[in-house]
Structures are given as C-alpha cells and as structure tokens.
C-alpha cells in the first residue's frame, strides 16, 4: 500500500521468544495503529500512537509493547510470544482520523508455534 | 462496548442485484461515516464515507445512506459483481473501533 510498508509479511516463530514487527510510512501522518485480525474477532486495536513518543493502550494490549521514536516509525513487540498470538497483524496511519479514516498496510502473518 | 453494530455477518448476492450492509452507531458525536473493503490477504482500504451533513454519497456503483435519527448508516453496491466478494467494515469518526466485518460473495 502506497505510503506504508510492515515487515516482515510472514513470521513463524517459537513461543516464548521475542518478536518485533515494523510499521513504516512516508506520509509523515501524525496517527499510527497496530491491530490484529483473527476469524471471528473482526479487527482489534493493540496500541496506537498520537506523535513521537506518545503511545496508548488499545482493547487488547496485553503481552504487547509499542515504541514510536520516529514519526515514520512504529514497532509492535511481543515480548514472549504466544500461541494465542498468532494472528494477522496490521497498521494503520492517519492524518486526521475524524476526518480521512485510516490508510492499512498489507500486513504481518505471524505464526508463534 | 461496541460503537458501531454491524449486519449481517454475511450475505450472498447473485452478480448484478443489490447488495445493502447496514450499521448502526451509539454515540451521537461521530461526525465521520466510513465504509472500508478488504479482500483476502490485503489491508482493509478506505472505500466511502459520510458526513451527517448529508443523507446520501454515491461514488460509482456504492452509496452510503445515512439516517441521523435510527443512528445508523448503510452501504449498498449497486449491479453486484463477482469483483466485489470482500469483506466490508464500518466505523464511526475517530473512534479507533470497526463493525464486526460482513463478509459479502457475489455469485456469477
């Protein structure tokens, strides 16, 4: 998608080991969100970010972390990976949220076997 | 809680008749309506929105209604084309939150 890339686009990975994924865009949007999408569950807010630093909990943040020290920059970090965390992972960027909605990546495929 | 209740969870249209996904919203403030596609493997994308300002925005083939008074708002593809089997979400405003998704086929 035009303005945002995440990577990896797949990760398997064991339980217990840490995880970073990496959301990045050149929009220089001020808005940026991790979700995660499983069957049944829709998508579901994990953290989001409102500038530089400044980072929030979503519905589902437990066993996540987020750090933002770029406004291009967004990282996820599983800081022990779980079965219950694979899932598909994506970001999202936006400019003015009330007003433009949201721009997704094409996601991460995470595998935590 | 959930703002925004989306229906149905699915729904199954033969190629060229109306497909119609409605929502309905909780919270008076939203000022921002939009309907986002994805297809299998991808990124939701933004595909239209609404401001209650007006009843209705049509872009090509989709249209949303919007209805301030029932709180809700709808979707409807006019002409359904296999090309549109997605899934479809709405929002309110900032919120952050989605609809549960309708997953919609459109059969040729």
């Known amino acids: 998608d035009a303005g945002i890339t995440q990577s990896p686009r797949h990760k398997v990975t064991e339980t217990g080991t840490p995880v970073t994924l990496r959301c990045h865009q050149t929009?220089?949007?001020?808005?940026m969100y991790w979700y995660r999408q499983d069957p049944g569950h829709g998508l579901r807010l994990i953290h989001y970010?409102?500038?530089?630093?400044?980072?929030d909990k979503g519905e589902v943040s437990d066993g996540y972390s987020v750090s933002r020290s770029k406004t291009e920059d967004f990282l996820l970090t599983l800081e022990s990976a779980t079965s219950s965390q694979t899932s598909v992972y994506f970001c999202?960027?936006?400019?003015?949220?009330?007003?433009?909605?949201?721009?997704f990546g094409s996601g991460t495929r995470l595998t935590v076997v | 809680q959930q703002q925004v209740k989306q229906s149905p969870q699915s729904l199954i249209v033969q190629k060229g008749g109306i497909s119609i996904i409605n929502c309905a919203y909780e919270?008076?403030?939203?000022?921002?309506f939009p309907w986002y596609q994805q297809f299998p493997g991808k990124g939701p994308a933004l595909l239209i929105a609404?401001?209650?300002?007006?009843s209705e925005k049509k872009e090509g083939r989709f249209t949303i209604s919007f209805n301030k008074s029932a709180k809700q708002f709808s979707l409807h593809i006019m002409d359904s084309q296999p090309g549109d089997s997605a899934t479809y979400f709405c929002?309110?405003?900032?919120?952050?939150?989605f609809g549960a998704g309708t997953r919609l086929t459109v059969k040729p």
């Open positions: 929002a309110g405003s900032d919120d952050m939150r």
């Open positions: 999202a960027i936006s400019e003015s949220p009330g007003r433009s909605g949201y721009t």
């Open positions: 609404i401001r209650p300002d007006v």
């Open positions: 919270n008076t403030a939203f000022d921002y």
């Open positions: 929009e220089n949007h001020r808005y």
């Open positions: 970010s409102y500038g530089v630093k400044d980072t």
